[in-house]
């Protein structure tokens, strides 16, 4: 790495601010603090492959704040904010992976959409519901207003899923789309990396419930599901099974994975313009989540988002757009704990608010 004279006088400047809070350690060990201090110091001009491919510009300032934000906080948190159209970027834990919930949904609605600009699918299409398409126990309104026979339209099932977040809608376009692994793979074609696209969402809640061994080869009847979801679990299960969750590679992202996916689809290149339409149009209609991005914005800015929420997973992932013209920016956050839920909407709140103020008040070079 090319270190210029202006990053140079920046690694003094915080190296020094280091070696003032290191000053009270004893002589041995200083000097190796010394050196750790200065190669991390480094490092934070070096951003992970995800995040380079996004970021043009590094902006300092909001880098600094989410530093500031992020770091007392008791539980993991992955951001990715995006300026599109000056390039500034600043991210916590760009390249780390994690569960997406129901985050998932906006790689599934881009692969629906790319579908209906292929022709394959059209939005008025009506999909008729037959026994089994429905499962208790998975929120939203399809399991209370509608049953077998009914028929919806595919925009409307977009549209469920989408801004009330109907896990029956996801798992029917997930099988019109072609399947989870179709999903996953127009994630690639799309050049997206960090997005795992595995399990359809009642099987993905079943392993959460503790069945482990149910997956689309083994598949739970809606009735097998439901006695599932309304067992009841004491705390030392809940939390084993939050933790394999937690941990699980499959169904995940990262905020760079995320935010790549977003700026193709914002730019116009993920889709046609009348479906990229369609969609920024059903995210800025988001009934979900009033308290994370939203939480602490001004009223009137448009947001257009999705969340995601499953045990101690809290997301946040969309597109805020500034006042007075100054453009859209990316927001995704993601944050594990087991702290309340209000303290994760906080923190997703305070992400989006930092990233607001800084590119409302602070011009690119």
Not at 212 to 219: F, H, I, K, R, V
Not at 231 to 257: F, L, V
Request: with cysteine.
């Amino acid at each position: 790495m090319t270190i210029n004279p202006a990053m140079l006088e920046t690694i003094h400047r915080r190296e020094n601010a280091v070696s003032r809070l290191l000053a009270a350690a004893s002589c041995p060990t200083r000097f190796l603090a010394r050196m750790v201090a200065v190669a991390c110091l480094l490092l934070s001009f070096c951003p992970a492959s995800g995040a380079a491919e996004l970021a043009r510009t590094r902006a300092e300032g909001l880098q600094q704040e989410l530093g500031r934000l992020v770091a007392p906080f008791d539980g993991q948190v992955g951001v990715y904010v995006l300026d599109l159209d000056g390039g500034r970027a600043a991210f916590v834990n760009p390249d780390t992976g994690f569960p997406m919930a129901s985050t998932v949904k906006v790689a599934v609605a881009v692969n629906i959409l790319s579908l209906v600009d292929e022709g394959t699918l059209d939005l008025q299409q009506q999909v008729l519901l037959k026994e089994g398409d429905i499962y208790p126990e998975m929120g939203g309104p399809m399991d209370i207003h509608l049953t077998p026979g009914s028929a919806i339209t595919v925009r409307d099932l977009l549209h469920m899923m989408l801004t009330v977040s109907d896990n029956n809608a996801t798992d029917i376009l997930i099988r019109l789309g072609g399947g989870t692994a179709t999903v996953d793979a127009r994630m690639r074609a799309l050049g997206v990396s960090g997005i795992r696209v595995d399990r359809y969402i009642w099987e993905l809640l079943a392993n959460y419930f503790g069945d482990l061994e149910a997956s689309a080869q083994n598949p739970l009847s809606p009735a097998d599901y439901g006695r599932l979801g309304s067992a009841k679990r004491n705390e030392a299960d809940r939390r084993h099974y939050r933790q394999i969750y937690n941990g699980d590679p499959r169904d995940t992202s990262t905020p760079a994975g995320m935010a790549s996916l977003l700026r193709l689809v914002w730019q116009g290149k993920a889709l046609k313009p009348e479906t990229t339409a369609v969609l920024k149009s059903i995210m800025l209609d988001c009934r979900t989540g009033e308290g994370r991005l939203k939480g602490m914005l001004p009223d009137a800015a448009p947001v257009a988002h999705k969340t995601g929420s499953v045990g101690a997973v809290a997301n946040d992932v969309g597109v805020i757009t500034l006042p007075a013209g100054k453009g859209d920016i990316v927001v995704a956050v993601f944050v594990k704990s087991d702290r309340n839920d209000t303290v994760k909407d906080d923190m997703i709140a305070h992400v989006a608010r930092a990233a607001y103020d800084y590119f409302v008040f602070v011009p690119a070079n």
